[in-house]
C-alpha cells in the first residue's frame, strides 16, 4: 500500500521535482558567477542591452531547469529552490566579509583630486564619459571639480567635489603600543 505522500506524488514524480530542484541550484550559481564576472558598473546602470540580457537569460536558462516539465509544481520548485538559495546566500554574505567582498566587490577610486585613475578604470570597465555624466549628474562641470569619484559596490558612481571641506574625527579607540 502506497505512502499518502506517494499516493500524492510518485515516486518518479518526487525524483523528477528533486532533480528541477537541484538544477535551479546549479543554474542559480552559475548565472551569480558570470554576473559578478561582468563588473559592477554594468549591474549599477542597467541600459537596454542589459534589460534584453536579462531576459534572454531568464528565457535560456529556464528551459535547463525545468526541462519538458511545465507544470505547476515544476514551477513552483524551481521558484522555491531559488527563494531559499537566494535568502541562504544572503545570510552567508552576511555573515562572512571575506566572500562578502569577493562576490560583492569593494568600492573602486576612479577619480583622485581631479585626475582619473585610468588603470583603476580600465580595471573596471568605467569609461572617461561615464563619469563625466555622473560628473554633471552631479552638478559640476570639470573634472578639476572633482577631489574624488568612486565606484560603489551597488555599481553607482560617488563624487565628492573638491571644494567641500574634509572634517576629521579623532579615532574612536587607540592601538596597543607594544614597549
Known amino acids: 500500500m502506497p505512502s499518502p505522500l506517494e499516493a500524492l506524488l510518485?515516486?518518479?514524480?518526487?525524483?523528477?521535482?528533486?532533480?528541477?530542484?537541484?538544477?535551479?541550484?546549479?543554474?542559480?550559481?552559475?548565472?551569480i558567477a558570470g554576473l559578478r564576472i561582468t563588473g559592477k558598473r554594468s549591474l549599477g546602470q542597467m541600459n537596454i542591452?542589459?534589460?534584453?540580457l536579462i531576459i534572454v537569460l531568464a528565457n535560456s536558462v529556464q528551459n535547463a531547469m525545468v526541462g519538458d516539465d511545465n507544470t505547476v509544481a515544476g514551477g513552483m520548485i524551481s521558484a522555491f529552490t531559488l527563494i531559499v538559495l537566494n535568502r541562504l546566500f544572503t545570510r552567508i554574505l552576511a555573515r562572512s566579509t571575506r566572500l562578502e567582498q569577493a562576490m560583492v566587490g569593494t568600492p573602486v577610486l576612479l577619480v583622485h583630486n581631479g585626475h582619473f585613475m585610468r588603470d583603476a578604470m580600465v580595471r573596471e570597465h568605467v569609461t572617461q564619459e561615464q563619469i563625466l555624466e555622473a560628473l554633471r549628474e552631479h552638478g559640476m562641470n570639470?573634472?578639476?571639480?572633482?577631489?574624488?569619484?568612486?565606484?560603489?559596490v551597488d555599481g553607482t558612481l560617488s563624487m565628492i567635489p573638491s571644494d567641500v571641506r574634509t572634517h576629521r574625527t579623532r579615532r574612536h579607540f587607540k592601538a596597543l603600543r607594544v614597549q
Open 49 to 52: 542591452y542589459d534589460l534584453i
Open 10 to 31: 510518485p515516486l518518479d514524480r518526487l525524483e523528477s521535482l528533486a532533480l528541477i530542484s537541484l538544477k535551479s541550484a546549479i543554474v542559480y550559481l552559475f548565472l
Open 142 to 152: 570639470r573634472i578639476t571639480e572633482v577631489k574624488t569619484c568612486i565606484l560603489e
